[in-house]
């Protein structure tokens, strides 16, 4: 089985669906989301109608009792689906370990998205060492984790059933009715284990809330953070005005693997800004360019032995070219994540960014996640998208320069003297390599669904390419803020 999150457009939907030809669609009448009240149920006869393998719709009831589905193809309510199934007993199957379970999809934002198919054995058996291991989960435990049924964490939220904890879950914005909701649930709920995303925990820091002030926290064990590196910052917040003495867990990993290279670890210090240690059992390494190992200094996230966890196939791939060609190439045999990353000396890992996004001015490597902490400290920054643009040297040569979005809190004026202090940032925390030739304020960042800022998107507008799946981004309106900028213009 497969899912996408309810707010995916119709054509991000069937370039999922569309390719794995499903028999049964499952789907909700509508959802509620800061606030508003979204209809699903047109675009699932968009869907119905376009994918003819699917032989039957059920649509469950979520903004009214009684959903209309007479014009939905194929279409029954989950109350006519399950009505006459109540009471019956469950027939379980024993399976061989590598049994299908899940097919996971990349971001598509270089093409139709990868079918990655995971196996139900490798995939549980990942997640209880993690749960266990690395994050301490017990039974009684209640856990948390911020996420739409479109990101691998909701199947990694849902397998801490395995270790007989209560799992919680949230349907709605995250700072919406008010940017206290989720510090809230997580004191109501008594929650042990509360997972978000790095963005979260760095918006909440702007807004200046102070969890452990104002909020009842004294269950909360653990804070994971993922889908972006922890900033520095953000560990000194957390550390002061969310839960002091919380093991703040950032953790690693991909929709590729459903599981963490890289997480947290009970009996460990937590440093700031690391990952406190490999997953055990992964055969983790950071490479250089010739395959050398390296540590304290940046490379290709590595792993040189297999894992229960690796998708079994990809779907329509009956040759294997595509996953060989996913993981692969960079190093012959050796499975490449696309990460750039430091292992620390003390066994620690620091994350700074994707290794396609790595910036390249005049030679130099530099991941895009070192200018993120530094910018994003800055208050009257909300966020920021970086990316190198292609530029012609004075030799006829080729080159990068440094560019930097930035949206600004609204009131806040942007001038040469507010890029001079973005500079100093930079200069000062960083290095004069890091320093960005060219910053421009803009209204909007491209994200994808799943709420990850998508530089490959900017970076191809930039470059007046065609952005190869705009269906993968939630606001694909916002890449027209890029195009044709008189700031962009070749020197």
């Known amino acids: 089985w497969s899912s996408c999150s309810p707010d995916f457009g119709t054509k991000g939907v069937l370039d999922r669906f569309g390719q794995i030809e499903p028999k049964v669609l499952f789907c909700a009448d509508g959802y509620r989301y800061a606030g508003r009240e979204i209809d699903c149920l047109r675009r699932v006869r968009e869907i119905a109608d376009a994918i003819p393998s699917i032989e039957r719709v059920v649509v469950a009831p979520l903004l009214r009792a009684a ?9 029954v309510t989950w109350e006519a689906f399950t009505g006459p199934e109540r ?22 934002t270089t093409g139709l998205p990868k079918c990655m198919v995971h196996g139900a054995g490798g995939t549980l058996l990942q997640h209880l060492k993690e749960h266990q291991l690395h994050v301490d989960v017990r039974p009684g435990d209640v856990v948390f984790y911020f996420t739409t049924c479109g990101w691998m964490m909701w199947n990694w939220l849902v397998s801490a059933l395995a270790s007989q904890a209560t799992i919680v879950l949230y349907d709605g914005a995250p700072m919406a009715p008010d940017t206290q909701v989720l510090w809230t649930l997580c004191a109501e709920e008594r929650v042990t284990v509360f997972g978000v995303s790095a963005k979260f925990i760095a918006l909440s820091e702007k807004e200046t809330l102070a969890p452990t002030r104002t909020h009842d926290l004294s269950s909360l064990r653990t804070i994971l953070s993922t889908g972006s590196p922890l900033a520095g910052h953000s560990f000194d917040y957390v550390a002061r ?3 002091p003495g919380v093991m703040l867990s950032s953790i ?6 459903i599981s963490c290279f890289a997480l947290g670890n009970p009996l460990l210090p ?12 992964m055969a983790v390494e950071v490479w250089n360019d010739i395959g050398h190992r390296v540590v304290d200094e940046p490379g290709e996230l590595v792993c040189t032995a297999p894992f229960p966890s690796m998708p079994v196939a990809f779907w329509n791939d009956p040759d294997g070219l595509k996953y060989r060609d996913a993981y692969f190439t960079v190093y012959p045999g050796v499975w490449g ?4 990353v430091s292992e620390t000396r003390r066994g620690g890992l ?3 960014g994707r290794s396609d996004s790595t910036l390249n001015p005049g030679g130099v490597r530099i991941g895009t996640a070192e200018l993120y902490r530094q910018v994003e400290q800055m208050p ?8 190198g643009q292609e530029q012609t040297d004075d030799l006829g040569g080729t080159d990068e320069r440094i560019v930097l979005f930035v949206r600004l809190r609204p009131g806040v004026a942007f001038d040469e003297a507010f890029a001079s202090r973005i500079r100093l940032r930079i200069r000062e925390q960083t290095s004069p390599h890091h320093v960005p030739k060219v910053i421009v304020p803009v209204a909007e960042i491209p994200r994808t669904i799943s709420g990850k800022i998508s530089e490959s998107a900017v970076r191809d507008v930039v470059h007046g390419r065609p952005v190869r799946n705009r269906d993968a981004l939630a606001n694909p309106e916002s890449l027209d803020l890029f195009r044709d900028l008189p700031a962009l213009q070749p020197t």
């Open 67 to 75: 959903p209309e589905v007479a014009t939905v193809p194929r279409a």
């Open 87 to 108: 009471g019956g007993e469950i027939e379980c199957t024993r399976l061989p370990f590598a049994h299908p379970l899940y097919i996971m999809y990349s971001s598509g």
């Open 241 to 243: 005005d969310v839960r």
């Open 252 to 257: 690693s990993g991909g929709t590729d693997i």
């Open 270 to 281: 937590v440093h700031r800004g690391e990952l406190q240690c490999l997953g055990l059992g």
């Open 337 to 340: 994540h696309g990460d750039w």
């Open 350 to 352: 620091v994350i700074h």
């Open 380 to 387: 009257d920054i909300l966020e920021s998208v970086v990316i």
